[in-house]
């Protein structure tokens, strides 16, 4: 992974505030799910709790307690927590976990509901770029939107970036400069640089802060993207972020 | 019958009875979860059960609460049961036993526990009445209770009450469109098979009636 070296603007090597818990009907599924976003996010703290026990053997389900005290490990770390869960009881067991904690940590924890592993990556991605814990826990809920349908590169126009209507709001274009186009892990380091700034950044049209709207731009390698920004950083947040794109975001 | 109030000793009764009649049913339970679901109803309940007694024979000190029962009960179901029953019953026991702090519970205390059970698994499962899980087991069974305790019945006569009502609810589960859990994913197939999460309520509610008769006749 080289996200971590690509990182603009966050802090490389100090843990997010806000941490994750996956939780699996299967401890290989959980862990799998860690792995996948741990990548995108290296700098979360993310805990995989993944199946139930019986007589010392996994058999398929959730376990309160091994959720109980992931989530505990995560509130005691400093960290608020954004809790996913694979189906129905895995939420279940989430939900339980709120109402067995005291008042002051369960208020330190959400339960946003969504699909499980793109929920888990959109949330670290959030969380990695210093998000607080509703917007990560809202970047979570909002990832069964990619499913909606994708959106094409080259549909957002500079008219859409509504020139000069708000202070800083200047477009420019750009290449993408690596060949295998805007997949996940260059979507993601996008998004974490975009949170280090004090602006509002598209591509395309796309809120480059969320890596699922940059992956629906389906961008291939060479396209030419629009990039825009409002806010008291604008101008270099655009600059940072064309600039990435130009380089191929970590990648040739 | 009118004057027998419930007790420690009738909790654990309960939680005793009910362990008999989910391992009973075990195989009647993951057969219904087996059409319907992923078939491990009827293991986990009685596994849970089972451990529940254990975990009240392991104590020292009988507890000094209903609610202190209902309390051991919920904890240990949650560590035990995997699947959504887990969490369920242990919501369901959780609400039931702080909603139980006392040492004995007369038929308006019946009732109350009731009521915390469902609203319990209403909460937890975010389901509504009439979407094939187990609160058409709940539902019917704590307003059937409220009904019958307002007409001054004893506690026993409000669980019996409440079991009938368990019992036809789990019944009308066979005519319904699965829409939560699993069971979701199979649709209009679900129709025709009863939800096993309601038919292990109505065999809780179902004990804890055995439970307050047989008290009925120690204290005769």
Same mark, same amino acid.
């Given at each position: 992974?080289?996200?971590?070296?690509?990182?603009?603007?966050?802090?490389?090597?100090?843990?997010?505030?806000?941490?994750?818990?996956?939780?699996?009907?299967?401890?290989?599924?959980?862990?799998?799910?860690?792995?996948?976003?741990?990548?995108?996010?290296?700098?979360?703290?993310?805990?995989?709790?993944?199946?139930?026990?019986?007589?010392?053997?996994?058999?398929?389900?959730?376990?309160?307690?091994?959720?109980?005290?992931?989530?505990?490990?995560?509130?005691?770390?400093?960290?608020?927590?954004?809790?996913?869960?694979?189906?129905?009881?895995?939420?279940?067991?989430?939900?339980?976990?709120?109402?067995?904690?005291?008042?002051?940590?369960?208020?330190?924890?959400?339960?946003?509901?969504?699909?499980?592993?793109?929920?888990?990556?959109?949330?670290?991605?959030?969380?990695?770029?210093?998000?607080?814990?509703?917007?990560?826990?809202?970047?979570?809920?909002?990832?069964?939107?990619?499913?909606?349908?994708?959106?094409?590169?080259?549909?957002?126009?500079?008219?859409?970036?509504?020139?000069?209507?708000? @202070?800083?709001?200047?477009?420019?274009?750009?290449?993408?400069?690596?060949?295998?186009?805007?997949?996940?892990?260059?979507?993601?380091?996008?998004?974490?640089?975009?949170?280090?700034?004090?602006?509002?950044?598209?591509?395309?049209?796309? @809120?480059?802060?969320?890596?699922?709207?940059?992956?629906?731009?389906?961008?291939?390698?060479?396209?030419?993207?629009?990039?825009?920004?409002?806010?008291?950083?604008?101008?270099?947040?655009?600059?940072?972020?064309?600039?990435?794109?130009?380089?191929?975001?970590?990648?040739? | 019958?009118?004057?027998?109030?419930?007790?420690?000793?009738?909790?654990?009764?309960?939680?005793?009875?009910?362990?008999?009649?989910?391992?009973?049913?075990?195989?009647?339970?993951?057969?219904?979860?087996?059409?319907?679901?992923?078939?491990?109803?009827?293991?986990?309940?009685?596994? *849970?059960?089972?451990?529940?007694?254990?975990?009240?024979?392991?104590?020292?000190?009988?507890?000094?609460?209903?609610?202190?029962?209902?309390?051991?009960?919920?904890?240990?179901?949650?560590?035990?049961?995997?699947?959504?029953?887990?969490?369920?019953?242990?919501?369901?026991?959780?609400?039931?036993?702080?909603?139980?702090?006392?040492?004995?519970?007369?038929?308006? *205390?019946?009732?109350?526990?009731?009521?915390?059970?469902?609203?319990?698994?209403?909460?937890?499962?975010?389901?509504?009445?009439?979407?094939?899980?187990?609160?058409?087991?709940?539902?019917?069974?704590?307003?059937?209770?409220?009904?019958?305790?307002?007409?001054?019945?004893?506690?026993?006569?409000?669980?019996?009450?409440?079991?009938?009502?368990?019992?036809? *609810?789990?019944?009308?589960?066979?005519?319904?469109?699965?829409?939560? *859990?699993?069971?979701?994913?199979?649709?209009?197939?679900?129709?025709?098979?009863?939800?096993?999460?309601?038919?292990?309520?109505?065999?809780?509610?179902?004990?804890?009636?055995?439970?307050?008769?047989?008290?009925?006749?120690?204290?005769?």
């Amino acid at each position: 992974m080289t996200g971590g070296d690509v990182t603009v603007g966050g802090d490389v090597g100090r843990v997010a505030p806000v941490g994750l818990v996956l939780v699996a009907h299967a401890s290989e599924l959980a862990r799998g799910a860690a792995s996948v976003a741990r990548q995108m996010a290296p700098d979360v703290a993310i805990e995989a709790v993944g199946g139930f026990w019986v007589d010392g053997l996994e058999s398929l389900g959730t376990d309160v307690d091994s959720v109980l005290a992931a989530v505990s490990r995560q509130l005691d770390g400093g960290r608020d927590v954004v809790v996913l869960g694979d189906l129905g009881s895995a939420v279940l067991t989430a939900g339980l976990v709120l109402e067995l904690l005291e008042p002051s940590g369960a208020a330190r924890v959400r339960v946003p509901g969504g699909p499980f592993v793109e929920g888990a990556v959109a949330a670290a991605v959030r969380a990695a770029g210093g998000a607080g814990l509703d917007e990560v826990a809202a970047a979570a809920h909002d990832a069964a939107s990619q499913w909606n349908g994708a959106r094409t590169a080259g549909e957002g126009t500079g008219a859409e970036v509504s020139d000069g209507e708000i @202070p800083g709001d200047e477009s420019v274009r750009v290449t993408l400069g690596n060949t295998t186009g805007l997949h996940a892990r260059p979507a993601a380091v996008l998004a974490r640089l975009v949170a280090g700034f004090d602006a509002k950044v598209t591509v395309n049209a796309a @809120p480059a802060e969320s890596v699922f709207e940059l992956m629906k731009l389906a961008a291939d390698g060479g396209a030419e993207l629009e990039v825009a920004a409002v806010g008291p950083d604008a101008t270099q947040a655009r600059e940072a972020v064309v600039a990435a794109i130009a380089s191929g975001l970590g990648e040739r | 019958m009118e004057t027998v109030v419930l007790s420690v000793t009738w909790a654990i009764d309960w939680m005793r009875r009910t362990a008999v009649l989910v391992a009973a049913h075990r195989s009647e339970l993951s057969e219904l979860d087996r059409k319907i679901g992923d078939g491990d109803h009827g293991e986990n309940l009685a596994r *849970g059960f089972a451990a529940v007694v254990a975990k009240l024979d392991a104590q020292p000190q009988p507890p000094a609460l209903v609610g202190d029962v209902l309390r051991t009960a919920a904890t240990t179901l949650m560590s035990t049961v995997g699947g959504a029953s887990g969490p369920l019953y242990g919501t369901a026991f959780l609400r039931a036993s702080r909603a139980s702090s006392r040492v004995e519970l007369d038929a308006q *205390g019946v009732v109350v526990l009731l009521e915390a059970c469902l609203e319990g698994v209403r909460d937890r499962g975010g389901a509504q009445v009439g979407d094939k899980t187990m609160l058409d087991a709940w539902a019917p069974a704590a307003e059937a209770a409220a009904r019958v305790a307002a007409q001054g019945a004893s506690p026993a006569d409000v669980l019996r009450a409440a079991a009938l009502a368990a019992r036809e *609810g789990t019944a009308q589960t066979a005519q319904l469109t699965a829409v939560r *859990g699993r069971a979701s994913f199979l649709g209009e197939a679900s129709v025709g098979v009863a939800d096993p999460g309601a038919a292990s309520t109505a065999l809780v509610i179902e004990a804890a009636h055995d439970a307050a008769v047989a008290a009925g006749r120690w204290a005769a």
